[in-house]
């Protein structure tokens, strides 16, 4: 199905053309339309085209308002103080514009595709191997995956990438070890949890360390397996693969709790990129971008300085040969371009890096592989928080396991469902206390504008009031409720009603969706799709308040076209939550 022309489009397009009519020097110009408490929108491009023109802007307002074609769209345009438009709209394109968009059969409620989609390459979700997640890897895999969500879900080509720790010193450690204590992997059973996988690991890491810390032979040999390893030792490889499946079997199921979607060909590390390592470095060398100090090849900024005034400079490969973290991100960056044709790098990682990240692309725009075609973008994100506004530590200030934090949250979430349940099991109890429980991280997580830090705190997460995610599912399964209750009446739209002032603006939010779903996307900014959301339940509580659909009941027309804004509403919930990541359950 075609997408849908919002009202605001539709209004927009309306004014620019009575503008042009009424000041054809105006052509094209934007009468900076908004929503607005005084009407349903208000139009403020008026002052400044009058100062402009040198004209009186409410004598201009007034001239534009001649213009107008009321009736089909536009109910009423008022001019307002010093030349503002007040405009509204009229109910049957309310609804009519509800009904286009409840009719699109492909689910996407009249959501358009992107008219030119590029390739973007979205870096997110980046655990180690070997180790385990701890709650600072927690929002970059849900920042990252509702931003792929978003860009896909608007049409972009979206190619995910997920840039594990698997290469390093530490391995030679820990494939040395192995190799002398060839079973501490083996895994009794053949089928092995992400729990056992991780408590495996961590036990030989401990073993390991121990090792390399009281044995100077053993460190000896370890530091031996290093070099092994880079120059790509069949048995020290396989060694090493063995540690990466491993912790992936881990990774998996971490991610599969947090209710996402990460697949093995997506997964390329630090090590997919080895063989571009020397490449990168006399790429570099020969064009004059880096240069060789004390052995080492550096790339120096003339704004990036130490402490002491000295140059802080980038350092692709160490004195002993040895490459850095910006050799594999600038030969990550020439993979993307060139074989995976990306116009757009999006890398959702920490704020602490970001003069890691700024060197690193200014590097490569030196180097002509990023340029304006091909731009390169940090979505920074802030540190968790626990209550007490301090990095969120455990009591013994060891950093929060991620698995230990979700089932917390699920916990807490499952307690909340078994108060409320009327007619569920335990294992629908469980499989609800789950989806609110994620839910609930992640809302909080996205909620908060990304280069902000967010106090994490379980016990407001879950509450049934406020601006949370448990609010929403609540909001969306009380409509399913509704819709079985409503018996023979069903949702069908009635353009040719009144509505009442909740229903109107209940029908012109929903109605916004496209244009928010545009701005998320474009702005890689889900907190912008939380707001409307929480606004669009806040909305629909304030309008079932107010406008009895089932009892008392009112007449069947009416009844129809409220069951129909329920229903709109609902839909739009869910769909908005997907892009969140986050389930919304029927029955709660």
């Not at 191997?129 to 049409?155: C, N, P, W, Y």
């Not at 080895?274 to 003339?302: H, I, K, P």
């Not at 609540?474 to 739209?493: C, D, F």
């Not at 509505?499 to 996307?521: C, M, N, S």
Request: negative net charge; aromatic residues 8%; contains cysteine.
């Amino acid at each position: 199905m075609a997408s849908v022309t919002s009202l605001t489009a539709s209004v927009h397009q309306r004014l620019a053309s009575a503008l042009s009519a009424a000041l054809p020097e105006a052509a094209g110009a934007d009468p900076l339309l908004r929503r607005s408490d005084r009407a349903d929108y208000q139009a403020n491009g008026i002052l400044a085209l009058a100062k402009k023109a040198k004209a009186n802007p409410r004598e201009l307002a007034a001239q534009v308002v001649t213009q107008v074609t009321t009736g089909d769209v536009i109910k009423d345009v008022e001019v307002s103080g010093p030349g503002f438009l007040n405009v509204t709209v009229t109910d049957r394109a309310i609804t009519e514009n509800l009904a286009a968009r409840a009719a699109d059969t492909d689910g996407r409620l009249g959501v358009p595709h992107a008219e030119h989609p590029g390739t973007t390459v979205v870096d997110y979700a980046q655990p180690n191997v070997a180790k385990e997640m701890h709650v600072g890897h927690l929002r970059s895999a849900v920042i990252g995956d509702s931003v792929v969500q978003l860009l896909e879900f608007t049409g972009e080509n979206v190619v995910r990438r997920h840039h594990i720790g698997d290469w390093g010193t530490q391995f030679g450690m820990l494939i040395q070890y192995l190799d002398e204590h060839p079973h501490e992997l083996d895994h009794k059973d053949g089928e092995v949890s992400g729990e056992e996988a991780m408590s495996n690991l961590d036990r030989l890491y401990k073993a390991a360390r121990k090792k390399f810390d009281s044995d100077e032979e053993f460190k000896t040999r370890a530091r031996r397996r290093v070099v092994d390893l880079q120059a790509g030792d069949p048995h020290t490889l396989a060694m090493w693969q063995k540690f990466v499946d491993e912790s992936k079997i881990y990774f998996f199921s971490v991610f599969e709790k947090l209710d996402m979607e990460v697949r093995d060909p997506d997964i390329v590390g630090e090590s997919g990129y080895n063989d571009m390592l020397a490449e990168t470095c006399r790429l570099l060398e020969e064009s004059g971008v880096a240069v060789r100090s004390e052995g080492a090849l550096c790339v120096f900024f003339d704004d990036i300085k130490g402490p002491d005034g000295n140059p802080v400079p980038l350092i692709v490969q160490k004195s002993d040969g040895g490459y850095g973290y910006a050799a594999t991100d600038l030969s990550a960056i020439r993979d993307r371009v060139f074989n995976l044709k990306a116009n757009t790098l999006l890398y959702v990682v920490d704020a602490r890096q970001s003069l890691h990240f700024k060197m690193v692309f200014e590097t490569a725009r030196r180097a002509g592989w990023l340029n304006d075609d091909v731009k390169a973008h940090q979505l920074a994100f802030g540190t968790v928080l626990g209550k007490d506004g301090k990095p969120f530590k455990t009591r013994e200030g060891e950093t929060v396991r991620l698995v230990d934090l979700l089932d917390e949250a699920i916990d807490r979430a499952s307690a909340v469902v078994r108060e409320k349940a009327q007619d569920l099991s335990e294992e629908e109890i469980a499989e609800r206390g789950a989806q609110v429980g994620i839910g609930a991280v992640k809302y909080a997580d996205l909620s908060t504008s990304a280069n902000r830090d967010y106090k994490f705190d379980l016990d407001q997460m879950v509450s049934l009031n406020g601006d949370t995610s448990v609010y929403l599912q609540y909001a969306y399964a009380r409509i399913q409720s509704i819709l079985r209750k409503a018996g023979e009446v069903r949702p069908a739209a009635h353009p040719e009603l009144e509505l009442h002032e909740a229903e109107r603006a209940l029908g012109l939010h929903v109605d916004a969706f496209a244009e928010v779903v545009a701005e998320a996307a474009t702005e890689y900014a889900p907190h912008k799709m939380t707001a409307y959301l929480y606004q669009l339940a806040s909305l629909f509580t304030s309008f079932y308040d107010k406008c009895p659909v089932i009892k008392p009941q009112p007449p069947k027309d009416i009844a129809e076209n409220r069951l129909f804004l329920c229903d709109v509403t609902a839909r739009t919930l869910h769909q908005g939550m997907a892009l969140l990541g986050i389930r919304t359950p029927e029955r709660l």
